[in-house]
C-alpha cells in the first residue's frame, strides 16, 4: 500500500521552514554558529557563508521550540550553496545537511516540527 501524501510529507520531501540558531561542528574539532533555516527528518538547510566541502561529516546542535532542549544530530554535507548573483529559490549561501542515524526520539521531534507547520499552512487557507 503507497504511503498517503500526508506521510511522504512528514517521512522527508517537504522542508519546512524552521529559523533556529545552531552550531555545526566539523570533522577536525572547529564550530561555527549558523542558522537552519528549513528541516525535516532526512536533513536541513543551514545558512553559512564559510561552506564546508560536499561529503563533510558535520553535527548539528540546535533547540527545539518550546522544551528549548538541544539536540545533536550527526549528518554530511549534501549539496552546497555558495554565494551566487541569482540566489537558488531565494536561499542564502549555505549548505544541505543529510541526517545520519537519528535516533528515534530525534526523528520524533522533527516529525511533530513538519505536522504542526503542516497544520498552520492548512488552518490558513
Known sequence: MAPSQGE???GGALRVPFVRRCSIEFEEGETASAFIVNINVLGAYVALDDIPPLGQRVMCRFRLPETEQE???????????????????SLPPGFGVGFRGLSDDHRSRIEQIVREYLLRQSRGH
Open 71 to 89: 539536540i545533536a544530530v550527526d549528518g554530511v554535507v549534501a549539496w552546497t550553496n555558495p554565494r551566487q548573483q541569482h540566489p537558488v529559490h
Open 8 to 10: 511522504r510529507r512528514a
